[in-house]
């Protein structure tokens, strides 16, 4: 028996080092949040101020902009100034960890470890999809918590007082980390579904009370009612369309690259799955039903869900592979553990998306990264700056309060009209020269691997300007500017010839 528990905490922890080892990444600063949030939270603990307008950008700077991920920027520049970008990488990886350890308990419950293993191995590389350090993770944590202690609430049948406090605590800080805590009403609701066909008349009362406590708890926030009805609110109005709110279907088509293929797969696996338990069991296993479709269906539509697809294969797709595997004890004591070793060991050779170690793996920032900030600063170059939207976290951390951003990755900070104008800007010549001359530009600040349809005919257009000169590039960043009286000291140190630029 003393062997059996040291085998499971084993196999425990050597999977949970795997989703630690998944979450490692170097940060690319230049297109990431990161920055944005180092500042938010940079500007709260020494300023004692919570931006709630488009603060960092010079062309909507009244815009009102429901800061929903504030605490998270708080604790995150906190880490930063405790351990630097190493330490933030590391705290990353552990909250991806932790966030995995809950959802695998769930499925240890009820599974068979080949059938756990298995579900948790063919998930591994969803759940290192989105690395990029982001307060989803705390999202991801306590969605597993929340989870968990309810099943494990229900299964004991232990209606405890104390549950409502842990969960209105948990839903406070939820609430002003991210986005995604209206999650926890969906997770009292199914389970109150779940009761309520069960007919279990103590277990209603008691979840009823659960809801309207997430609900209220969710008001207490720096915003009030803004903030709730935020995630219901956000996607209206975006002017510019973001790849991972894209559906898989068109990620398959447009990019055909094997993790929108093997997230695609996790859908049906997942839907497949839901269908098993409800016909094998009806309604005693509806709430994993209802989150394994749900989260299979939310996934299909917009990508940015998949990693918590994976998670919720690992807690209940789990239980349908260890239900249906019961039946055939060949399945499962020779093509399961076969088809387990197998992904295992392609995982950990091959140095693609299906193993951590690709060549972003490691700690702390991507080399150079900051060295266009650093030359900006360094030959005191002017703004106001064109910049392109993914730099635009980057260059608020770097060059704020100094500088400011013409546009930054928030699309809910912009207006529609905006974005057009920004889009044909890049595409009309026209255009460009009214913005121009509307906002008299000195840089040009330009992310070069932006591959949107636009961006990249536009920089070759202004390396060929003569209004225009090329003075710094490395594998992140072009930097041009205006070829005026003002930066003539910069263009004669640093001018770079036009033809070393070859367009592909």
């Known amino acids: ?85 190493s330490g933030l990488s590391v705290f990353y990886a552990a909250l991806l960890t932790i966030a995995f350890i809950f959802f695998f308990l769930i499925g240890q419950s009820r599974a068979g470890w080949w059938p756990l293993v298995f579900t948790t191995v063919l998930s591994l590389p969803l759940i290192g999809l989105r690395t990029e350090i982001r307060p989803e993770a705390f999202s991801l944590v306590f969605f597993g918590l929340e989870t968990w202690l309810l ?71 720096p915003f009030g009612y803004l903030s709730v009805i935020e995630p219901f609110l956000i996607l209206q109005g975006f002017g510019y369309q973001l790849a991972e709110n894209q559906t898989l279907f068109f990620m398959v088509k447009r990019f055909g690259a094997l993790s929108y293929w093997h997230g695609l797969m996790v859908a049906v696996v997942g839907l497949g799955a839901g269908g098993y338990l409800v016909w094998r069991h009806r309604w005693q296993h509806l709430f994993a039903v209802l989150l394994l479709i749900s989260f299979s269906v939310f996934a299909l539509v917009m990508n940015r869900f998949v990693p918590m697809l994976g998670l919720m294969l690992i807690a209940f797709g789990s239980w349908a592979v260890g239900d249906l595997l019961g039946k055939n004890k060949v399945l499962e004591k020779s093509l399961i553990p076969f088809l387990t070793v197998f992904l295992s060991l392609i995982f950990i050779v091959t140095k693609s998306y299906l193993s951590p170690f690709q060549s ?34 980057y260059l608020i951390h770097q060059l704020f309060p100094g500088q400011r951003v013409f546009v930054d990755n928030r699309p809910e900070a912009y207006s529609v009209e905006f974005f057009n104008q920004y889009v044909a800007a890049q595409e009309d010549e026209v255009v460009w020269q009214q913005l121009d001359e509307e906002y008299g530009f000195e840089t040009i600040f330009f992310y070069r691997h932006d591959f949107t349809p636009w961006a990249q005919p536009f ?46």
């Open 360 to 393: 972003s793996f490691g700690i702390g920032l991507l080399p150079d990264v900051e060295k266009s900030a650093q030359f900006f600063k360094q030959q005191n170059l002017a703004g106001p700056i064109f910049n392109n939207y993914d730099i635009g976290g």
């Open 151 to 221: 099943l494990r609430m229900m299964k004991k049948k232990q209606l405890k007082w104390w549950l409502w406090l842990v969960f209105a605590i948990v839903q406070i800080l939820w609430v002003n980390l991210h986005l995604f805590f209206f999650l926890s009403w969906g997770i009292v609701g199914a389970m109150l579904i779940q009761q309520l066909l069960l007919r279990n008349k103590a277990a209603i009362n008691f979840l009823s009370i659960l809801l309207v406590i997430v609900v209220g708890a969710s008001f207490i926030n």
């Open 1 to 85: 028996m003393k062997n059996h528990l040291w085998i499971n905490i084993a196999i425990t922890l050597l999977l949970s080092c795997l989703v630690f080892l998944f979450g490692l990444n170097k940060i690319n600063l230049i297109t990431t949040d990161i920055g944005r949030h180092l500042t938010n939270g940079r500007i709260l603990v020494e300023q004692n101020t919570l931006v709630a307008t488009n603060h960092y950008s010079y062309t909507m700077t009244s815009k009102l902009v429901t800061n929903h991920h504030w605490l998270s920027g708080v604790i995150f520049y906190y880490v930063w100034q405790l351990a630097g970008w």
């Open 459 to 504: 920089l070759i257009s202004k390396i060929k300007d003569k209004a225009w000169v090329s003075v710094y590039v490395d594998d992140y960043v072009l930097i041009l500017v205006k070829d005026n009286q003002q930066n003539q000291s910069v263009i004669e140190k640093f001018e770079l010839p036009p033809e070393m630029f070859v367009a592909n």
